[in-house]
């Protein structure tokens, strides 16, 4: 894990005014960043030309936006009245074959009892494959199905750990109105049999369960991050997709919250 954060030099900046903009002694600073940068790049008395300086990672201009931990230096999980959007990024690698699903979502808390947290998920956005919209047949059908599942609510343990899927029996509920719309546009065996597959999933609840828990989403956010951490507040955690050759990578870039 790097050990250092950086900053850019602007124009009339100097030592003394950028520690204090971090909060630090102008010596603790000058050492730090003399201890990491190039010899070229050393800070003798005062700025010379410096373009970048080495900081540490806990130094920052606004101490509201320090990381808190609790007892233990446990890192508090307070989700209350969150919204948040993310775009995500699924990338499927197996050899040269190689392809990336895109699409948007977003998260919203909605309660809390007895430990647990309760999110709503929903899809808030088409689905794109290398860019483009989806629109080979077997693509469509499938993602238009899975709008039987959204919004999805789910719940997670006081330490953002993903639980269960709430509400299990909204699925079949929704069922009927996305196979109509799904008849609207396809037609065929291919179509039937897809339908009487989704059919039978929904009729178990646990399989339902099973294959939210492996969603590739779900399982990247709700991890259970919110653990405790040793004296240098660092761990490294990894975790595997899928199984064989074929290589899973899922990537989260939070966009916005309100």
Known sequence: MQKFNKHIVQKHETLKSIAVLYGLD??????????LCAVKDMILIDLTGQQELFLPRTAVTDPNRLVRFGKGNRL????????????????????????ELKYEASVRWVKSENTLHFFEIDRISHLY??????????????????????PLQISTDE??????????????KRWP????????????????????????????PDAIDLYLKNDYFIRTLFLGV????????????????SGGKQSDRTCLQHKNGD
Request: proline share 1%; net charge negative; with cysteine.
């Open 226 to 241: 919110y653990q405790s951490f040793g004296a240098e507040y660092q761990m490294e955690k990894n975790r595997k997709f």
């Open 76 to 99: 508090i999980f307070q989700p209350g009245h969150s919204l948040y959007k993310y775009g995500v990024v699924i990338t499927m690698e197996n050899g040269d074959y190689k392809n």
């Open 129 to 150: 494959l290398n860019g483009e919209e989806v629109n080979e047949i077997a693509d469509t059908l499938a993602y238009k199905t899975s709008k039987v599942l959204y």
């Open 159 to 172: 330490y953002g750990k993903f639980n269960a899927v709430e509400d299990l029996s909204v699925f079949k």
């Open 26 to 35: 102008t010596d603790s600073l000058k050492l730090f960043h003399n201890n």
């Open 177 to 204: 109105g996305v196979k109509e719309e799904v008849y609207k546009e396809f037609e065929g065996d291919v179509v039937d049999q897809y339908c009487e597959k989704i059919e039978k999933v929904l009729d178990d």
